[in-house]
């Protein structure tokens, strides 16, 4: 996808940027432990279609009128941490779906089937800001998200996150387009951990 990051004017245009296969490489600041994290997942991003049902589904469910939907996509994801036991496994998937609450498109809603934070399903508020980042703000029963997502160029995206609560984290991701083709459930297994926190 050539598409230009110049040409972002809403949310919408964000997440349809996002489509396609990212490799990811994150650090995570444990804030209670003191310590850092390294880790890596492959992303995999499909947009669905206006007239998907899954997103009328989904707008019941938060109880949202469906044809405030302006679209939305379905994230699927794979990948292991420094500090993974034996067995322990990082993959899921989830979907979205955008209700602005402005003529821009800009800010509003951003319903999904599954949290980040907790797997129930959870309505969070995105804002589109002056940048051109993406920043989405969760509230769960125990924890608060904020995630900060922005583009350095049409292949390379950039994450920020922090969780405050029960558990306290701040994340950094550099997320580089792949090849679609190259990335199936099986190549999560491939992942190689970076040799250190910052991937070098």
Known sequence: MEQSTATISNALGFFQLSAGSWRSQRTSHHLLHRRAEA?????EVSMLALDDCRLAAMAILHGQEPNHVVGGCHVRWGGSMAWDKHGEEHEGESMFALIPKDLEGKQGLLLRDRGYAETAP????FRLDESGSLWLTT????????????????????????VEGLSNTASLCMETRLDSAAVT??????????TSILGW
């Open 39 to 43: 880790g890596g997942s492959l992303i």
């Open 122 to 125: 959870v309505a969070g508020h």
């Open 139 to 162: 509230s769960y029963e125990t924890m608060n998200s904020v995630e900060r997502f922005w583009f350095v160029g049409p292949n390379i995206r950039l994450r920020s996150s922090t």
């Open 185 to 194: 459930p099986k190549s999560i297994a491939n992942i190689e951990m970076p």
